[in-house]
């Protein structure tokens, strides 16, 4: 019988990716972006030669691990381009767990429909950089419209966090700048500097880029830091 969902990763156990529980994350192919720096290429461009994981395989794990995982990561690709996404999430949720979604934003009227059904526990939301850096660090035709409901949807859900990942065509200024337009929208509860890795990159270009050092990853955080309730760096 085909598949009702369209996975193409599964990692059962992660400590990593919900700050402080036990997860199990869920890979869903595709992206909407063409993210220079994007180390999911064979996730977003060639996924038809990625094995399809059967959910049935991953409810199976998920009833028997009850006790051991504390909730499920969904990710990408881009979970939102799918219709099919809050099937899944209520299957998910009929077993019990908890729900975190990673997204970049770009789907404000499916992350509003999801979190009215009160399938997410959790959203990591990808800010790439400033809204007038967007389209060339995404390489992508974008409705910077759209990125903004996102946020605004997330200031007044509450559960949410914001993500940068720190290539290094994202500058010191445009840092300031997509700051102070979450700080002046109330939308700081976190945001967290993600590190920059120079291999297996969707723009072949970026693998020779050179990453910020740590030190100045430690400086750029400084700067946002006071605007934030939260705040740190990862991937270092
Ligand atoms: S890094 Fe960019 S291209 Fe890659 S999955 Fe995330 S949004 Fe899509």
Redesign the pocket.
């Given at each position: 019988m085909a598949e009702k969902y369209l996975i193409k990763g599964f990692v059962p156990n992660s400590l990593v990716d919900w700050d402080g529980k036990v997860s199990s994350v869920i890979f869903l192919p595709g992206?909407?972006?063409?993210?220079k720096?994007?180390?999911?290429k064979q996730?977003?461009e060639r996924y038809d030669k990625l094995e399809n994981v059967s959910f049935k395989e991953i409810r199976e794990y998920l009833k028997k691990n009850q006790d051991f995982i504390d909730g499920v990561v969904i990710t990408?690709?881009?979970p939102c381009l799918y219709s099919w996404i809050n099937d899944l999430c209520k299957e998910i949720k009929a077993l019990g767990f908890e729900i975190k979604l990673e997204t970049?934003g770009s789907f404000p009227e499916k992350l509003q429909e999801l979190l009215k059904s009160k399938l997410i526990d959790f959203v990591a939301m990808?800010i790439?950089t400033s809204f007038d850096n967007y389209e060339k660090i995404?390489q992508s035709p974008i409705d910077i419209n759209k990125i903004k409901q996102s946020i605004s949807i997330l200031k007044d859900f509450g559960n949410y966090e914001f993500r940068i990942?720190m290539f290094p065509e994202i500058s010191k200024e445009n840092l300031i700048d997509i700051s102070s337009y979450l700080k002046e929208n109330q939308a700081n509860k976190a945001l967290f500097l993600q590190q920059f890795r120079a291999e297996n990159c969707?723009d072949e270009q970026a693998n020779s880029v050179k990453p910020y050092q740590a030190e100045e990853l430690q400086a750029l955080l400084e700067l946002i830091k006071p605007d934030f309730a939260k705040s740190g760096l990862r991937n270092l």
């Open positions: 992206c909407n972006f063409k993210c720096y994007c180390h999911n996730l977003v990408g690709g881009e970049n990808d790439k995404t990942t969707l």
